[in-house]
């Protein structure tokens, strides 16, 4: 009878044994999973805030383009505004020398208004490249955001598992 509780007792050491080495192994298993989750949620973060950066690049591009339209617009009026003026002058002065200088600055006038005329606003592709630009990070940026939702999501539950 001795031999037989001794024996259960050994056998009862051992399993008990192989029950905690599976334990740590679980244990060690999460901890390695928590980690890996924890890389991945600042890799994400890292891409967001890249993605962020170049937004507000972006942006910033978007801003000078606008001003620089807006600049242009109001010189192209005051260019409009000196060819009018040149063309009312030239209608109330007989005589030729006049009218040569009139004429002159009217043709100065109508050539700086020509590349306008014939669209030729190089501001705008720019600017247009620059709204796209913003469009494809606004949408690469919500991916991000969603992923790291998720992987949050995800690091809870295996936190809680444990």
Do not use: H, Y
């Amino acid at each position: 009878m001795p031999r037989i509780a001794c024996l259960l007792a050994l056998l009862l050491v051992t399993v008990s044994g192989f029950a905690l080495d599976a334990n740590e192994a679980a244990e060690t298993r999460r901890a390695s999973q928590l980690e890996l989750q924890d890389r991945r949620i600042a890799k994400n973060d890292a891409a967001i805030a890249e993605l962020q950066a170049k937004r507000a690049e972006l942006v910033t591009q978007r801003d000078q383009c606008q001003a620089d339209l807006e600049r242009l617009d109001k010189q192209l009026a005051e260019v409009g505004r000196l060819s009018d003026q040149a063309r009312a002058e030239a209608s109330k002065n007989q005589n030729e020398r006049a009218n040569a200088d009139t004429l002159r600055a009217l043709n100065e006038a109508n050539l700086a208004l020509t590349p306008l005329q014939k669209g030729k606003r190089p501001w705008t592709q720019s600017r247009a490249a620059a709204e796209t630009g913003i469009v494809d990070i606004d949408r690469r940026l919500v991916g991000r955001e969603r992923q790291a939702e998720d992987l949050v999501k995800e690091r809870k539950k295996l936190a809680e598992a444990q």
